[in-house]
């Protein structure tokens, strides 16, 4: 039903309610009973059983399962015993990085009003708000929470903060008549209120019109939860690479078998080999790795005051092409500040951050003294008189305590130095007309010492301007000419034009010992002062922020249901506006299907006076241009957006419960600079997973062709299957988790995007791949070969020479996986924690060869140490080899 258009008295007939008694409590009941709770619906939690069970069905996971029964089958207990080992510590990884996001996201949760006064057989009674049903009459003051959707039926200097909603900053002047408009959006709707938003100014009645998910926030969460969540594409890249692995392991298993048969071998004993070799193509460190890189990403986000809730998130943000931000509390500070003064023709800067009341005053780019000039004085002095709002210090951040406007005004003064308490030592306070939306207009009746009496009034400028018939210009009181008239409003124009709201302060003098009883008796023949123009402020850190991302290929587009001045000027003071790009309106939204707006939406970088549904929109139309997008907010209204953008980053102080829960990420400094931070992480994340795929991949192409050439040219096994595992688990896992904790190149934040259709192996990768792993091949081939020919008669000698030539060529090679280029490239002792993995794995190493207890479990002998030289030269080459390669093509 439309409430908004009906009047009080239809709105009470509509509910079968009462503006006099309200509801009896059996009505009460019975309409509990019918609506249910005045809550949200909330998707069934996972258990912990279940999380932890849930890590198993990533397709690694499944291939590495298959390994173990295999092993467990053909009586290698060692290798299914190693396999399950991983498996089990990737689970838990995985577990507890989502448990510790869950609860430290449970310790943010703070939204909904938790009780309210409600009118129940004629008496005020204060009722959990989740007992609220619709045709509750209820009361709600300065501070308190609207606890359901209300059609208000009493308004006394009503206003609202509704930014959790609509993502404006300022609170909404709030009226009892009815509103005929068809269409209107929530933030045009002044004679309702809506669940969660907050009381900033005056009290009220409101008659429950909605209840829990009837709400508007309710009609949000239904969207939230018909929101498609978004494969990352590291999952996807994974997903591709587990299916190629596992079909060449089928194959080589095949081919190896079918050769050995040929050549006259048993079928067990090839079978054997043939599974060794599929061990070998499978990397089975890969999704350990992978995740303990993409969880110490995780506690670096946590440091820089970023909470990850799905694992993945962080590695998605490196695709990142399109962020779109909410503008309120993500961009700018949610504090309105006092940015210009004018009086007299004169106008005057303020500078400072938010509500700390530190900042200088500048009259044409020179700095000066506030107590310099009578006019800006007084101007000061009333706004911090005519005002009710309180600044106070929590810990270190300054919070205004009442409407965010007197709190600009409060805060202005108090940067020039005046102190509340030692004004109203020099100015008491006779009576007070308070503001109402009708006069627009507030004013105070003060006595000074002298006993001098004035009216202090502060209203919006047009209003006082028509209440006024003089004004200080040069700081003499002057007629209020038709001239001077055009002078406010030019000075209005020019202060809104840079979507500055403008609050005008004006003065009389009376008699002493006048008794003032009537606001229009008070509130005529004024002398106009002058003008305070205030905004919500973009953070000072955000337009370089936005800068790094331009320069990192991403485009930033600003989402807000504030007004298109607003955005427009804050869109461009933040570099978000610029040449050709273009502002677009809710209601052009609107109109336009996602396939319209995919054909305009690559030029328009602000988007204002939006509805969730339009967010929505714009990020389908933009994922459907193939970009990855990623969605900041911390409003109840951007969650679905949140959810079904390919990555969702919520706000921790100002995000609301609903919001957080769809996302990706979440904020705990509400600070837009750390999403450039996140992206910076992201993008290295995903170059250190290509760098140990790079050495993992590469290393097993050794293993798989130094085994494949044996058997081609009827050679004995090179190595045996508990040394390949060895080497994936241990040889191969320390460095390449090392490779994770890789700094990221100088040029990490100067390059476009990678494409997120780009496969696992472009760049160059799957040649390095193949290049590197047929070079460590031939040379651990190679060292076999040289030994067994020595020691004709000693196998397991070969097979160790065999053996320290691969961990040893492997371990040369991980230097060479640090940079796109060469080895060269980078400094490689750059990474101190992969050069102790090298040094821990030649440790590892020589105990399993030396140390008699582990020969036979790995099928070891002691080397010589004549033959080490052999090792350590074939081991060199391949890395070297292509180094020299690289000067060369350099030269050239």
């Known amino acids: 039903m439309k409430f908004h258009e009906m009047n009080e008295r239809e709105v009470e007939q509509a509910l079968s309610s009462s503006m006099k008694e309200g509801l009896t409590e059996d009505d009460a009941r019975k309409r509990l009973k019918q609506y249910g709770y005045n809550e949200l619906e909330e998707g ?46 990737n689970g838990f990884l995985g577990f507890y990085q989502e448990r510790r996001a869950e609860k430290s996201l449970d310790a943010l949760k703070e939204l909904s009003a938790p009780q309210v006064m409600a009118l129940r057989d004629g008496e005020w009674v204060k009722i959990p708000s989740k007992e609220v049903v619709p045709g509750d009459l209820l009361k709600f003051t300065s501070g308190d929470r609207v606890g359901a959707d209300l059609r208000i039926i009493e308004s006394n200097s009503l206003e609202i903060e509704e930014s959790a909603l609509t993502g404006e900053s300022l609170p909404v002047s709030k009226s009892v008549g009815s509103i005929k408009a068809a269409n209107i959006g929530i933030g045009d709707m002044e004679n309702m209120a809506f669940m969660g938003t907050m009381i900033t100014r005056g009290s009220g009645l409101g008659l429950v019109v909605g209840t829990g998910m009837k709400t508007a926030m309710g009609q949000i969460a239904d969207l939230l939860q018909s929101a498609e969540t978004m494969i990352t594409p590291l999952q996807r890249k994974l997903e591709q690479l587990g299916k190629i692995l596992i079909v060449a392991a089928l194959l080589l298993t095949v081919l190896v078998v079918a050769v050995g048969v040929i050549q006259g071998q048993e079928l067990y004993t090839m079978f054997l080999a043939g599974v060794s070799l599929a061990v070998a193509a499978i990397p089975e460190g890969l999704p350990a790795i992978v995740t303990v890189a993409l969880s110490l990403g995780v506690q670096r986000m946590i440091k820089k005051k970023a909470i990850v809730r799905k694992l993945p998130a962080v590695e998605t943000l490196g695709c990142a092409s399109v962020i779109c931000s909410d503008k309120t509390g993500t961009m700018t500070q949610n504090k309105m500040t006092v940015t210009d003064i004018w009086s007299g023709g004169k106008q005057w800067k303020v500078d400072g951050v938010g509500y700390e009341p530190q900042g200088q005053f500048y009259r044409n780019e020179s700095r000066i003294d506030p107590k310099d000039d009578k006019t800006l004085q007084q101007m000061l002095m009333f706004g911090m008189l005519c005002n009710h709002a309180e600044v106070k210090q929590k810990e270190k951040e300054y919070i205004v305590d009442g409407d965010p406007t007197e709190g600009a005004l409060l805060v202005a003064a108090m940067k020039a130095g005046y102190n509340r308490g030692s004004l109203l030592n020099q100015f008491s306070i006779i009576n007070e007309f308070p503001f109402d939306s009708t006069r627009k207009m507030m004013s105070i009746v003060v006595k000074d010492q002298n006993g001098r009496q004035f009216i202090v009034t502060k209203g919006a400028p047009d209003v006082l301007a028509g209440v006024s018939d003089s004004i200080l210009w040069d700081g003499r009181r002057q007629l209020l000419s038709k001239e001077m008239a055009g002078n406010i409003h030019h000075a209005i124009e020019q202060l809104a034009s840079n979507a500055l709201r403008t609050i005008a302060i004006a003065f009389k003098e009376v008699p002493a010992n006048t008794v003032i009883l009537e606001e229009s008796e008070a509130e005529k023949n004024l002398t106009f002062i002058g003008l305070q123009g205030m905004i919500d402020p973009p953070r000072p850190e955000v337009k370089q922020a936005v800068k790094e991302c331009r320069e990192a290929g991403i485009k930033t587009v600003m989402i807000t249901g504030d007004h298109v001045i607003t955005a427009t000027a804050i869109a461009k003071q933040l570099g978000i506006l610029t040449g ?32 969730p549904e339009h967010k929505l929109k714009i990020v389908k139309a933009l994922q459907n241009r193939g970009h990855i997008v990623a969605m900041t907010g911390d409003g109840i209204n951007d969650a679905p957006a949140i959810k079904a953008a390919d990555i969702g980053i919520a706000m921790g102080i100002t995000g609301t419960d609903v919001a957080k829960e769809a996302s990706s990420l979440v904020l705990l400094d509400d600070n837009f600079a750390t999403i450039k931070s996140a992206i910076n992480e992201g993008r290295n994340i995903y170059e250190n997973i290509r760098k140990f795929i790079r050495y993992l991949l590469a290393s097993n192409v050794g ?53 997120p259709k780009e496969g696992v192996f472009s760049r160059g990768l799957g040649w390095k791949v193949v290049s590197r792993g047929f070079l460590i091949g031939i040379v651990t081939l190679l060292a076999f070969i040289f030994a067994y020919e020595a020691h004709p008669d000693h196998l397991a000698y070969a097979q160790t020479v065999a053996f320290a030539t691969l961990v040893m060529a492997q371990l040369i090679h991980v230097f060479d996986c640090r940079s796109e280029k060469s080895v060269l490239s980078r400094n490689p002792f750059g990474n101190k924690y992969l050069v102790w993995a090298v040094i821990s794995s030649v440790l590892l190493m020589l105990a399993v060869i030396y140390y008699p207890p582990l020969q036979p479990i790995f099928h070891t002998v002691a080397i010589e140490a004549k033959d080490w030289l052999m090792i350590l030269g074939l081991s060199a080459v391949p890395t070297f080899l292509l180094a020299f390669s690289f000067l060369l093509s350099k030269k050239k």
């Open 44 to 89: 069934e939690k996972q258990s912990a059983l279940l999380l932890f069970f849930s890590q198993f069905k990533d397709f690694m996971v499944i291939v590495l399962l298959a390994a173990t029964l295999i092993s467990g089958l053909l009586g290698e207990y060692i290798d299914a015993i190693a396999i399950i080992a991983i498996v089990i510590v």
């Open 580 to 611: 050709s790009s273009k502002v677009m309106e809710g209601k052009s939204l609107a109109d336009m299907s996602v396939e319209e707006l995919e054909d305009v939406v690559e030029d328009v970088t602000v988007f204002a006076r939006v509805s």
């Open 703 to 755: 293993e798989i062709l130094v085994m494949l050439f044996a058997m081609l040219l009827a050679l004995p096994l090179p190595l045996v299957p508990i040394q390949i595992l060895w080497v994936n688990l241990v040889t191969d896992g320390l460095p390449a988790m090392a490779l994770g904790l890789d700094k990221p190149e100088d040029d990490v934040m100067k390059r476009k995007p990678r494409n």
